[in-house]
């Protein structure tokens, strides 16, 4: 009697089908983790190329500064009345590299390690040197880029200077 209540008739297969579709589950729950996981690591890495493009571009703008209030006479500065478009690289070829020898650096050159092309400024007068004034003052555009090519960032400030 014992061997006929589990004989192979009575059984169905539903722990099979139970087991099959519980690792189906675990499959879908694995696979779906890895792929957080693999978006995770992207905007992290984003995040950290889009900081060194932005460090990069600090310091050419603080460098910029440096030159600005270090130089003898603002009247030696490179500078332009145009700004450069952000958007295009291609408008940034006449703008002063950062380690770049410039008879006007008063400050040692600096390059940043790790990016795909050292940052660059641009400095503009926005009044000669104006008595009336009392100050000379400069926008300082700088760009950085990171470890790759699409990660540029643009900062821009303004530099005031007591008239000497």
Same mark, same amino acid.
């Given at each position: /009697?014992? *061997?006929?209540?589990?004989?192979?008739? *009575?059984?169905?297969?539903?722990?099979?089908?139970?087991?099959?579709?519980?690792?189906?589950?675990? @499959?879908?729950l694995?696979?779906?983790?890895?792929?957080?996981?693999?978006?995770?690591?992207?905007?992290?890495?984003?995040?950290?190329?889009?900081?060194?493009?932005?460090?990069?571009?600090?310091?050419?703008?603080?460098?910029?500064?440096?030159?600005? /209030? @270090?130089?003898?006479?603002?009247? *030696?500065?490179? @500078?332009?009345?145009?700004?450069?478009?952000?958007?295009?690289?291609?408008?940034?070829?006449?703008?002063?590299?950062?380690?770049?020898?410039?008879? *006007?650096? /008063?400050?040692?050159?600096?390059?940043?390690?790790d990016?795909?092309?050292q940052?660059?400024?641009?400095?503009?007068?926005?009044?000669?040197?104006?008595?009336?004034?009392?100050?000379?003052?400069?926008?300082v555009?700088?760009?950085?880029?990171?470890?790759?090519?699409?990660?540029?960032?643009?900062?821009?400030?303004?530099?005031?200077?007591?008239?000497?």
């Amino acid at each position: /009697m014992f *061997n006929q209540a589990f004989s192979h008739k *009575n059984q169905s297969g539903m722990v099979l089908i139970t087991g099959l579709i519980f690792l189906l589950l675990m @499959t879908i729950l694995g696979m779906t983790s890895v792929q957080t996981t693999t978006l995770d690591e992207r905007m992290a890495s984003n995040l950290n190329d889009r900081n060194r493009a932005f460090q990069a571009a600090e310091i050419a703008l603080r460098q910029a500064e440096n030159q600005i /209030m @270090t130089i003898a006479s603002p009247f *030696n500065l490179s @500078t332009t009345t145009v700004a450069p478009d952000p958007n295009d690289d291609d408008g940034w070829t006449d703008e002063i590299a950062v380690d770049e020898d410039n008879e *006007n650096d /008063m400050i040692d050159p600096v390059t940043v390690p790790d990016v795909v092309a050292q940052p660059v400024y641009v400095i503009q007068c926005f009044n000669a040197d104006d008595p009336a004034c009392g100050i000379s003052r400069y926008r300082v555009t700088a760009r950085g880029q990171g470890a790759i090519a699409t990660s540029v960032v643009v900062l821009e400030t303004i530099v005031a200077r007591p008239i000497d």
